[in-house]
């Protein structure tokens, strides 16, 4: 009430009975919870990642644009620009997957979003727990999750030094760089 908050009660606990028994045994609510809880970690990261990449990759267009349209000595950092915007492409194959070959009827291995996907659809709604199909799927996207993170992080570190040396060398402010990059 006029931007006052006030707590109305306080928390009650309470048993939560399943209503039926199902037909086959499933795991026990604790590993099922603690599976769930391990899937919303990877799709939390593979969510941050695929708009980190994306972010990235604006940037190396804008600093190509920088370059291309700058006045001042910095001819040299072409090589830099290249090898980063390789790299981030690679980034984004592994976690984005060949997009020539996402054309209906083309085959590509499985990206993270995919196995995530798979575990979603098997353990959506599902008081059984996860399989061992499950468990595996969740592990290997785990796995290329670590992969392109690492991947990821060092180019985000590229990235930054880039721009500012090329900032130290007099190329012009970039939309998206703090204003405390240029002078006054």
Do not use: C
């Not at 997009?99 to 085959?107: D, I, N």
């Not at 990821?152 to 007099?170: C, F, Q, R, S, W």
């Amino acid at each position: 009430v006029d931007g006052t908050i006030e707590q109305l009660d306080g928390p009650r606990s309470f048993d939560v009975q399943p209503l039926r028994s199902g037909a086959l045994p499933g795991a026990n609510p604790a590993e099922v919870a603690e599976f769930w809880r391990e899937y919303e970690s990877a799709v939390r990261t593979h969510s941050a990642m695929v708009i980190a990449l994306a972010k990235m990759l604006t940037k190396i267009e804008r600093i190509q644009q920088v370059i291309a349209h700058s006045t001042a000595d910095i001819g040299d950092m072409d090589d830099r620009v290249v090898t980063l915007r390789t790299a981030l492409l690679d980034i984004d194959q592994q976690l984005n997957g060949n997009r020539s070959k996402q054309e209906p009827g083309e085959k590509f291995r499985p990206i993270i979003n995919d196995r995530l996907f798979s575990v979603s659809r098997g353990v959506d709604r599902s008081t059984y727990g996860p399989t061992t199909t499950h468990r595996r799927m969740l592990e290997i996207a785990n796995e290329q999750i670590k992969d392109i993170h690492g991947k990821l992080v060092l180019a985000e570190v590229n990235l930054t030094a880039l721009v500012k040396d090329l900032v130290a060398k007099g190329a012009p402010w970039m939309e998206g760089e703090p204003l405390s990059t240029i002078g006054k």
